[in-house]
């Protein structure tokens, strides 16, 4: 067993890395594109594109309707199945995935395209968003087939794609579009074509790498068609995402249905902080499912359980440090990045700040139940989650404000996960609490207990905010190695971890190899 789990986490450290890499760069790129859309058209042209933007994610989500993961999923798990018809079912389900997406994209296409005046005027009531809408809807396809390209490539282990052609090639073609509408004065408009001239070049590339992959090669006879499979388990997943998307969205737009459009700028500067807190534990997620995938089809409940257990651990401890800080330190931080007036928002980031926490330390639930097949129970938790943040903003956003949407999304998320992790241990007996894990968990509740009663006590500047968190990490991994946290796996995952960046981690192995149990 120890030797497939060894293998298994330095795969999901290679494949995390290059998430988190591509991550890393995308914010920054992303943080520069909206700049320089907002510095370059009027507040109702803004408008606008951001509007063409929401409806253009709805679309590619419902004409994707989760086969990008369902497609994943099958994948890696009919490789790990490793029989003499494994290709040709591969291939069938890669034939019965793009024929469908493919289709189905164009068809909303067709719609959206030709209907964009009659929606612009009587759906929005602004006639001008018309041909806004219309060319968004041109790069549909497009997307489209940018998603289930990476899936694919997601199925057999590798996330690079995704990183290369969606952060690299689209991102990058983006702005330097952008850039050159700016200066030839393109308007509105010229942002919508520069948007859609990235998405068209950055599919071309994506799919002449998939052909020169030779994936399709050698397709001999007819692959078995999947259709009726892959929508089957597919389909739950788009109500999921849906939700999902509900989930996200219902505080700021009940916010602004509740109160005023200052009070939803607040809320929305502490929220993108918190969604920080799980980044290393999202960073897996791409290369989680089909690794898990394939153990699933071998049958190895054991590793699974395991790596489960390792990942949730580490997701949990580098999520750590950035949780505390954010806590106790609520308003230096607002104030540092969004200005002094945003320091009311506080109390939300404190309290989304533990939502986020509370989704780490579970770890995976939901993506282990969907490689487990279990499809439809992950649309009920997220019905249930989503239902429950509707129902708990409607009560709590009247009196309480952004403290109540924030709650209303703590509540929401821990019921989710509560429910994820019961269901996950009942079926496989999975759960991330060892004695390893528990120990982490009370030295960081420890240490941030006396972190806040220091930090109470002194008026906070940023400089030495900076050197608290760098005493608090410190501090951190002293008690961890002081306790025996680690065990034989994270050497392995340090391996890896060097490996993969390069940098000479020798001291900090022969210090962990005297504490590992």
């Known amino acids: 067993m120890s030797e497939i789990v060894d293998q298994t986490l330095k795969r999901i450290v290679k494949g995390s890395s290059i998430v988190l890499v591509g991550t890393l760069i995308s ?3 992303g943080f520069v594109a909206k700049l320089v859309v907002i510095r370059n058209t009027t507040q109702s042209e803004y408008g606008m594109y951001s509007l063409g933007l929401v409806l253009l ?3 590619i989500t419902v004409s994707l309707m989760g086969l990008q993961e369902g497609s994943t999923r099958f994948i890696a798990y009919y490789r790990g199945k490793s029989t003499s018809e494994t290709d040709r079912k591969i291939k069938g389900i890669m034939c019965s995935a793009f024929q469908m997406v493919i289709l189905s994209s164009v068809v909303w296409f067709i719609v959206v395209f030709f209907l964009s005046n009659s929606i612009a005027s009587h759906l929005f009531h602004m006639p001008e968003f018309s041909a806004v809408l219309r060319w968004f809807s041109v790069s ?3 997307m489209v087939i940018i998603t289930m390209v990476a899936a694919v490539f997601r199925g057999f282990g590798r996330v690079e794609p995704n990183i290369y052609f969606e952060v690299g090639v689209r991102q990058g073609l983006f702005i330097l579009f952008l850039t050159v509408s700016v200066v030839l004065e393109g308007g509105l408009l010229g942002i919508v074509y520069a948007y859609v001239a990235a998405a068209v070049l950055a599919c071309l590339g994506i799919v002449l790498y998939l052909a020169r992959s030779s994936l399709f090669e050698d397709l001999g006879e007819r692959p078995p ?14 109500s999921v995402t849906v939700l999902n998307m509900v989930m996200q969205w219902t505080d700021t737009i009940m916010l602004g249905s509740f109160k005023t459009s200052d009070v939803v700028a607040v809320y929305n500067a502490a929220l993108p902080l918190a969604r920080l807190i799980p980044l290393a534990l999202s960073s897996s997620t791409l290369i989680f499912v089909p690794i898990m995938s394939e153990l699933f089809s071998m049958g190895l409940t054991k590793e699974m359980k395991r790596t489960y257990q390792i990942v ?4 949990f401890s580098l999520a750590v440090p950035l949780f505390s ?8 931080v607002l104030q540092f990045f969004f200005g002094v007036s945003y320091g009311e928002a506080a109390l939300p980031l404190q309290i989304l700040s533990c939502a986020f926490m509370a ?20 649309m009920v938790m997220s019905l249930m989650g989503a239902g429950s943040n509707v129902i708990l903003n409607y009560v709590l956003i009247p009196p309480f404000g952004t403290a109540g949407a924030a709650l209303a999304f703590l509540c929401s998320v821990i019921l989710a996960n509560v429910m994820g992790s019961i269901k996950l241990y009942r079926m496989s007996g999975i759960h991330p609490f060892t004695l390893s894990y528990a120990k982490p968990l009370g030295i960081s509740g420890l240490l941030l207990v006396v972190l806040y009663g220091i930090g109470s006590q002194m008026e906070m500047s940023f400089g030495l ?7 608090f990490l410190g501090g951190f991994l002293g008690l961890l190695l002081l306790t025996r946290s680690f065990d034989r796996e994270d050497i392995e995952v340090l391996l890896a971890i060097e490996r993969k960046s390069g940098v000479n981690l020798k001291l900090f192995k022969n210090v962990l190899r005297r504490f590992v149990k």
């Open 27 to 29: 914010m920054p790129l």
């Open 57 to 59: 994610i709805i679309l």
């Open 140 to 142: 549909l396809p497009f």
């Open 225 to 238: 068609g999947f259709k009726r499979e892959l929508l089957g388990f597919s389909l739950p997943l788009l």
């Open 312 to 315: 949730t651990r580490w997701g």
């Open 325 to 332: 800080i954010f806590f106790v330190f609520p308003v230096t």
């Open 359 to 378: 989704h780490t330390i579970t770890g995976l639930n939901g993506l282990t139940l969907t490689v487990m097949g279990n499809t439809r129970f992950v």
């Open 465 to 471: 905010l900076l050197l608290f968190g760098i005493g």
